[in-house]
């Protein structure tokens, strides 16, 4: 395609008697397009392109209801409208939404980088959903991320309270499989105790046994400093750009864990890092890490229910299940604050999880804990009474016939 100057350029320099080659140099064409226009005398007119619908085009009115909810990640949309049928790429979508978002504005800071096994960042996130009647519920995310290799943790509470802190610290050690050296804090209440006396920021008593018994050091980043523990911080603003927009439907708290940890695995620990440039799940495989003790710190703080004589125990209004053999004893219940409650026998031992229903007043059991119930009840017992027998006939003694033949003998003489 050239414009009518360079038409007009090509037939001036042609009359003055330069080569279709020099030509073709000089106005920087390929000579076979100089060659055509010296020999046209049309002046080179251009009918508009013909539109091409784009593959973009029949997601568009979806893409806008998903960013007008809130949900502006390029990479969960993307991921819906595949689903959908959409065949094109991701670069067609982050162009046709970056018309739609608001421009962000960031500060400069110097990044600091951890060796392997050395620190972790803990940090908390507030996240809202709607019940049937349009009630806000607020959940609180639980996000521990390794400094090194920036595997992530995620887990959803019911509260913050010490309680569920230290549950969620054990299960995401379970999860990794070890601990570090030590964990980064921001000033948060369970982990440091505000002193209006002398004005002083103390750890928490509590949470420093806890450290003491799992053998890690608690480091408190400066306040009012976020970016002083960035990691955690971009973990949580990926949970909430990345994971929350794609729940649509939340039916318990214990299934939405359960949908966090598929995530975890899939997407959040084997993406390609922005900033290392490489999966969280390869490079935590460098990560040198403490082991885990044995004992649970929490079994401390567990809550005891007498086994009633139907295997039930009543917690928080509602009923689960036990296994007949502790009938008449005490059980220990643990509840985690993330959508399940753990039953332990007297001795410590683990015996059951379960749900945490809905609502009031409901009945969860496990059918295993009843079977072979009816055969142990019926078990004989020793007795206690001596037991009444009727009065027993005379004995009746035998003898030989030869003894009565003797009596008959006598009777005739």
Same mark, same amino acid.
């Given at each position: 395609? @050239?414009?009518?100057?360079?038409?007009?350029?090509?037939?001036?320099?042609?009359?003055?008697?330069?080569?279709?080659?020099?030509?073709?140099?000089?106005?920087?064409?390929?000579?076979?397009?100089?060659? %055509?226009?010296?020999?046209?005398?049309?002046?080179?007119?251009?009918?508009?392109? =013909?539109?091409?619908?784009? #593959?973009?085009?029949?997601?568009?009115?979806?893409?806008?209801?998903?960013?007008?909810?809130?949900?502006?990640?390029?990479?969960?949309?993307?991921?819906?409208?595949?689903?959908?049928?959409?065949?094109? *790429?991701?670069?067609?979508?982050?162009?046709?939404?970056?018309?739609?978002?608001?421009?962000?504005?960031? $500060?400069?800071?110097?990044?600091?980088?951890?060796?392997?096994? *050395?620190? =972790?960042?803990?940090?908390?996130?507030?996240?809202?959903?709607?019940?049937?009647?349009?009630?806000?519920? #607020?959940?609180?995310?639980?996000?521990?991320?390794?400094?090194?290799?920036? *595997?992530?943790?995620?887990?959803?509470?019911?509260?913050?309270?010490?309680?569920?802190? @230290?549950?969620?610290?054990?299960?995401?050690?379970?999860?990794?499989?070890?601990?570090?050296?030590? @964990?980064?804090?921001?000033?948060? *209440?369970?982990?440091?105790?505000?002193?209006?006396?002398?004005? /002083?920021?103390?750890?928490?008593?509590?949470?420093?046994?806890?450290?003491?018994?799992?053998?890690?050091?608690?480091?408190?980043?400066?306040?009012?400093?976020? $970016?002083?523990?960035? %990691?955690?911080?971009?973990?949580?603003?990926?949970?909430?750009?990345?994971?929350?927009?794609?729940?649509?439907?939340?039916?318990?708290?214990?299934?939405?864990?359960?949908?966090?940890?598929?995530?975890?695995?899939? &997407?959040?620990?084997?993406?390609?890092?922005?900033?290392?440039?490489?999966?969280?799940?390869?490079?935590?495989?460098?990560?040198?890490?403490?082991?885990? +003790?044995?004992?649970?710190?929490?079994?401390?703080?567990?809550?005891?229910?007498?086994?009633?004589?139907?295997?039930? &125990?009543?917690?928080?209004?509602?009923?689960?299940?036990?296994?007949?053999?502790?009938?008449?004893?005490?059980?220990?219940?643990?509840?985690?604050?993330?959508?399940?409650? /753990?039953?332990?026998?007297?001795?410590?031992?683990?015996?059951? $999880?379960?749900?945490?229903?809905?609502?009031?007043?409901?009945?969860?059991? +496990?059918?295993?804990?009843?079977?072979?119930?009816?055969?142990?009840?019926?078990?004989?017992?020793?007795?206690?009474?001596?037991?009444? @027998?009727?009065? $027993?006939?005379?004995?009746?003694?035998?003898?030989?016939?030869?003894?009565?033949?003797?009596?008959?003998? /006598?009777?005739?003489?």
């Amino acid at each position: 395609m @050239i414009e009518r100057e360079e038409f007009f350029m090509i037939k001036d320099l042609k009359c003055k008697g330069l080569s279709t080659t020099l030509i073709a140099e000089i106005c920087d064409l390929d000579r076979k397009t100089v060659s %055509k226009w010296v020999k046209s005398q049309d002046i080179p007119t251009y009918k508009p392109r =013909a539109l091409v619908k784009s #593959k973009l085009d029949d997601y568009k009115d979806y893409i806008h209801s998903r960013m007008n909810e809130g949900c502006l990640n390029a990479t969960v949309i993307f991921d819906e409208i595949v689903l959908m049928g959409y065949t094109g *790429k991701m670069t067609i979508l982050r162009v046709f939404m970056k018309n739609y978002r608001e421009p962000s504005q960031t $500060r400069a800071t110097r990044r600091f980088e951890t060796p392997p096994g *050395k620190q =972790a960042q803990v940090d908390w996130g507030e996240f809202v959903a709607l019940d049937a009647e349009g009630k806000k519920i #607020k959940y609180h995310a639980f996000v521990m991320i390794m400094g090194h290799s920036r *595997k992530t943790y995620l887990e959803f509470t019911e509260n913050e309270k010490m309680e569920t802190l @230290i549950g969620c610290h054990e299960r995401a050690f379970q999860y990794f499989g070890g601990l570090p050296e030590t @964990i980064l804090y921001d000033n948060m *209440k369970t982990v440091v105790k505000h002193s209006h006396e002398t004005g /002083e920021n103390k750890w928490n008593q509590q949470f420093l046994s806890f450290c003491r018994h799992h053998d890690f050091t608690p480091v408190r980043c400066r306040p009012y400093n976020p $970016r002083c523990k960035g %990691k955690v911080e971009n973990g949580v603003k990926y949970v909430r750009r990345n994971f929350w927009p794609r729940i649509r439907v939340i039916t318990s708290l214990a299934d939405l864990n359960l949908q966090a940890l598929l995530w975890l695995d899939t &997407i959040c620990n084997e993406r390609l890092h922005k900033t290392t440039h490489e999966k969280p799940n390869e490079a935590f495989k460098r990560e040198q890490l403490s082991l885990i +003790n044995p004992t649970p710190f929490i079994e401390k703080m567990l809550h005891t229910r007498k086994v009633m004589h139907d295997c039930y &125990i009543t917690f928080e209004t509602n009923l689960y299940s036990v296994p007949f053999i502790y009938v008449g004893m005490r059980v220990g219940v643990k509840d985690l604050h993330n959508g399940f409650v /753990e039953i332990y026998a007297p001795n410590g031992d683990w015996i059951e $999880r379960f749900e945490k229903p809905l609502g009031k007043y409901q009945k969860t059991s +496990n059918k295993k804990h009843f079977e072979g119930m009816i055969a142990w009840s019926q078990k004989k017992v020793a007795c206690t009474a001596p037991k009444l @027998i009727p009065d $027993r006939p005379p004995k009746v003694h035998q003898r030989p016939l030869s003894v009565y033949d003797s009596f008959l003998t /006598e009777v005739i003489s």
